[in-house]
């Protein structure tokens, strides 16, 4: 595979933004990495090149938010996310391409739809008890859409939202609830073959800007707001998901 310079364009300010919302803004567009990527190259190999940029995030921005997160919240959605995980390992050795690239793109739809929806009053979440069985739930969710499409953030944060979290502790329990999600997609993206020589390389090339990303998320994390960042993903994510199902469907 050759890495020209459609790659760098696309894919450098895709991880930069990936990264950014990993860093700062609690995962739940970190996605639109993958999902641009995808643009260019078969989702397998767009899979492959993020998961390990995604996980070389995770250890940037670990230590920042250690012990700050909600640990009822975070154990619960990890328990959910391992049979999510194990679910779309098993559709991703017998899906076509076409599928995912539809799959993810729907996926870009809804979670604009699903924000635009709060914002304007027409959804609203609800503060909730913490509830063990609805944290498993969500982290089903979030393990499989994880697996498939790295965008397990959508599904988790809906229930973070539910349990009134500070900025910083939600921020922080999706750092180490996904830190623990990615090193458990690992092992079955090996035997899946989504990882290659050729995907290696492609992190290898992008990780630097994996880790600027990171770098602006922390210190975003405080000083800009979310409404700022958060328009102009949705503007990539509508963009990108309409073109994605597109060569889904054609």
């Not at 304007?120 to 944290?135: C, I, T």
């Not at 073959?193 to 090339?205: E, K, P, R, V, Y």
Request: glycine fraction near 12%; charge should be positive.
């Amino acid at each position: 595979m050759e890495f020209g310079w459609q790659f760098f364009a696309v894919g450098i300010p895709a991880i930069i933004f990936g990264g950014v919302s990993k860093g700062g803004f609690g995962s739940g567009a970190a996605f639109v990495a993958g999902a641009i990527l995808a643009l260019v190259m078969p989702p397998g190999v767009a899979l492959g090149i993020v998961l390990p940029l995604f996980m070389l995030v995770d250890a940037a921005t670990l230590r920042p938010y250690w012990g700050k997160w909600h640990w009822p919240s975070a154990k619960g959605l990890m328990i959910g996310a391992v049979p999510g995980a194990m679910l779309g390992a098993a559709l991703y050795a017998v899906v076509d391409a076409d599928v995912f690239r539809f799959l993810i793109g729907v996926i870009c739809l809804a979670f604009v739809g699903f924000q635009f929806s709060r914002a304007v009053g027409w959804l609203s979440v609800r503060k909730m008890p913490f509830s063990a069985p609805w944290a498993w739930f969500a982290g089903m969710v979030s393990g499989f859409t994880s697996f498939v499409s790295h965008a397990g953030g959508p599904p988790s944060a809906v229930f973070l939202l539910s349990q009134g979290l500070s900025k910083t502790a939600f921020q922080a329990t999706t750092v180490v609830v996904f830190w623990a999600v990615n090193w458990m997609k690992a092992v079955p993206y090996a035997f899946l073959g989504i990882f290659s020589l050729d995907t290696m390389l492609g992190s290898l090339l992008l990780a630097p800007f994996a880790l600027l990303g990171a770098w602006i998320g922390i210190k975003a994390h405080h000083l800009v707001p979310e409404r700022l960042f958060f328009g102009l993903t949705y503007v990539m994510l509508v963009l990108t998901g309409i073109r994605l199902i597109w060569v889904a469907l054609t």
